[in-house]
């Protein structure tokens, strides 16, 4: 490789963004929901059951349509779900003491094989997506510059464009990499670990780790989740970012 081309080769940024001037709007969201309030309360679950978020939420797994979980419950119906009981739902969420179902078994064909996926109830996919949402403003700023994987305002068409630009700088090697099971494997104490170094809220760790060991059901039997991420649910793809960021 000549020398061109090695200057060529250092640009292409793999950094955490640590090394970037910080997020100030993350870095104001993080002081004004996750620092203890004057009574020692933390406020995280607050912020996640705050009604813009809700409403944000609900209409993204409304959006998203997908099959119904364990329940038999469609998307079509949560609103009115919602409107009826949500009063013992946030309740239960403020006291740390909601459980979610068990997620649905689906398979899907992929080359070589199948693909397993945990599709939760829509309830439960609309508690994850206001849970992801809220993640994706505290974690979303330490992920590379180079990362475009389920991220806010980010895109694959934005990671071919960002290839395109490489190869017109000159650059041809292009590694693929694919962890096999990789997050079927996933140690929830580690996960969490890793959460709570920025999550002091215990009971949204608690709801985390809950949703991570709510179990499958396969052929009418629950069996549990002891490692790994069930993939299916809204929350998924931001715990796989996070672990992957290890």
């Known amino acids: 490789m000549d020398s061109l081309q090695q200057r060529k080769q250092l640009k292409l940024n793999l950094g955490p963004v640590a090394d970037l001037p910080p997020n100030r709007s993350s870095e104001e969201f993080i002081a004004r929901h996750i620092s203890e309030g004057p009574t020692g309360q933390v406020r995280l679950m607050e912020s996640i059951l705050e009604r813009s978020n809700m409403k944000r939420a609900i209409k993204r797994v409304v959006k998203n349509k997908g099959a119904p979980g364990v329940d038999g419950m469609t998307v079509r119906k949560i609103k009115r779900y919602l409107k009826r009981h949500w009063s013992k739902i946030e309740k239960a969420l403020l006291d740390g003491t909601y459980t979610p179902m068990p997620v649905r078994r689906k398979e899907i064909p992929k080359p070589g094989g199948v693909r397993l996926l945990g ?49 017109r700088d000159g650059l041809r090697y292009v590694v693929d990499i694919d962890l096999s099971k990789f997050f079927d494997r996933v140690n929830h ?18 709801l985390i780790r809950r949703f991570l060991t709510s179990g499958v059901m396969i052929g009418g039997l629950e069996e549990p989740t002891k490692e790994g991420t069930p993939q299916g649910g809204p929350l998924t793809p931001r715990t796989q970012k996070i672990t992957s960021n290890l």
Do not use: M
Request: net charge positive.
């Open 119 to 167: 599709i939760p109830t829509v309830l439960d996919r609309v508690i994850q997506q206001a849970t992801a949402q809220i993640l994706a403003q505290i974690w979303d700023y330490t992920f590379s510059e180079s990362s475009f994987g389920f991220r806010p305002k980010r895109s694959a068409q934005q990671a071919i464009d960002q290839y395109r630009e490489y190869v």
């Open 189 to 206: 104490d580690r996960l969490l670990a890793r959460l709570a170094t920025r999550i002091r809220d215990k009971r949204v760790l608690k």
